[in-house]
């Protein structure tokens, strides 16, 4: 019985340690999870998830107003290549008449106002882009930002999870202990009871 009480007991000190370090563990966790929250985690997912969109949107526009960019200044180009070939154009190569000043005078008007307009509205989409490329930045700056303590969200998860589990596995080294509690407390009963029944074979034999 001394064997078997002693086996409980050294299971029994075991458990209880075991148990206390959980204990510790477990106050160290709280301590790391008092500032998580499942409705922040979720706001700040949701936050990834509309950022995400106002960037693709302004990416596709961005992408959008260069190729008009491009088309305007295409346009410009063809613009200032006619002037250039009508100034220096004296016969026509049509009709083979000689070509007027007045005719290339009007012709130089017409694509004046044409490179005027083109321009303003060159300069206005330049501007519109430099806007674009500034609030994409913005937003992936925001985004880096937002995964950052989405990252940090997570490990609190994991943290979270690992409570839990810790704090289950407690309760099930508890109720270990409960028990083996209780089998030393029936052999310390077993142990009384063996010595006054050798205590009254000793009453017995005097």
Do not use: M, W
């Amino acid at each position: 019985l001394e064997h078997k009480k002693q086996a409980f007991a050294t299971q029994f000190n075991r458990i209880k340690n075991t148990i206390n370090n959980l204990k510790n563990e477990i106050t160290t966790l709280k301590n790391e999870l008092k500032d998580f929250s499942e409705d922040n985690f979720k706001k700040i997912l949701a936050k990834i998830k509309d950022s995400e969109e106002d960037l693709k949107n302004l990416e596709i526009k961005t992408r959008d107003l260069q190729k008009r960019i491009g088309e305007l200044e295409f346009k410009i180009k063809t613009s200032d290549n006619l002037k250039k070939e009508i100034n220096n154009l004296y016969i026509c190569p049509i009709c083979k008449q000689k070509v007027s000043d007045e005719h290339k005078h009007n012709i130089s008007h017409t694509e004046d106002l044409k490179l005027k307009e083109s321009s303003e509205l060159l300069n206005k989409l330049k501007d519109e882009e430099l806007e674009y490329e500034k609030n994409i930045n913005e937003i992936k700056q925001k985004l880096e930002d937002l995964r950052k303590h989405n990252s940090k969200f997570e490990a609190f998860k994991v943290r979270k999870d690992n409570l839990e589990n810790k704090n289950s596995y407690l309760t099930e080294i508890n109720t270990e202990l409960e028990k083996i509690q209780n089998e030393i407390n029936e052999l310390e009963n077993k142990k009384v009871e063996v010595n006054n029944s050798l205590n009254k074979l000793k009453d017995t034999s005097s």
